[in-house]
């Protein structure tokens, strides 16, 4: 076995779930990630770092914060070491102390956001035996989060809960209109407090869909029509704008253990779920 895995388990009393992994048997992690309709939090232990190649540039550091704007990046290092955090657009302010909107394409370190804290969180994820003991200190840190958020419009939730429900198929001016507001309205306050506007959140949570269909080995052809394409090639414009890959090719870049195993950890954590 080249890693030893752990959780999913609950992140904090409001929500949120982490998991955690450890490179055993050298086989280097190497992972090309995509957007999720979540805020992703990696944390590695102190003396394990990852190289990130992102929209921002190619970047070396032990813990980073992933927005929902994030454009497709990868991910590399030797020994990884770490807990990785999705929390919903919402809880992200109050844990992170930073607003999903101030997440942009790249990911933005950690140390940048939390300074000494990470450092010590850190430290006490390589010294921790366990990972009940890592998960506890994860849960602790998450306690100490940033400030207490201004909770979303009404109707901001209720439109991100249409959406993660619709699995993405769902009209913009036909969501406006029910939640009682102009499409104008809806787009800036969405934005403001999501970090995406209504459409590209559905553009996404529909991408998430049709990953799950590929990686379930369903025909392209198939999971387009699922999951409310037009055609098979609007499901492949998708794919190349959240990816950056072909069908194919995505399914392809699943393969390694490391990946799969994430994957069945998150499952349809989140996307389909309000």
């Known amino acids: 076995m080249d890693w030893d895995f752990a959780g999913p388990v609950r992140a904090t009393p409001a929500g949120g779930t982490v998991i955690g ?41 032990g813990g980073f914060v992933a927005g929902l704007p994030i454009e497709a990046m990868r991910i590399r290092g030797e020994r990884a070491e770490c807990v990785e955090i999705r929390l919903s657009p919402f809880q992200a302010y109050s844990v992170l102390g930073i607003s999903p909107m101030e997440l942009g394409r790249g990911v933005t370190d950690l140390e940048e956001l939390w300074g000494e804290r990470a450092r010590r969180l850190r430290e006490q994820l390589a010294a921790a035996g366990t990972w009940d003991e890592r998960f506890e200190l994860t849960k602790t840190a998450l306690a100490q989060g940033g400030r207490r958020a201004r909770g979303p419009d009404p109707e901001v939730l209720a439109g991100w809960e249409h959406i993660l429900a619709s699995r993405g198929q769902v009209r913009i001016g036909e969501l406006a209109q029910e939640l009682g507001w102009s499409h104008k309205r809806l787009w800036a306050r969405f934005e403001s407090q999501i970090g995406l506007t209504p459409k590209r959140t559905a553009m996404l949570v529909r991408f998430r869909c049709a990953v799950d269909g590929l990686l379930a080995g369903g025909p392209a052809a198939e999971v387009a029509a699922g999951c409310g394409y037009a055609d098979q090639a609007h499901l492949c414009r998708d794919i190349s704008a959240f990816a950056d890959r072909t069908p194919g090719a995505l399914t392809a870049d699943y393969l390694p253990d490391i990946a799969r195993q994430r994957y069945r950890a998150w499952g349809k954590f989140l996307q389909y779920r309000a």
């Open 21 to 61: 992994y450890r490179d055993v048997g050298g086989a280097g992690l190497d992972l090309q990630v995509a957007g999720t309709a979540a805020v992703t939090l990696v944390i590695g232990f102190e003396g394990s770092e990852v190289t990130v190649d992102d929209a921002l540039g190619q970047r070396s550091m």
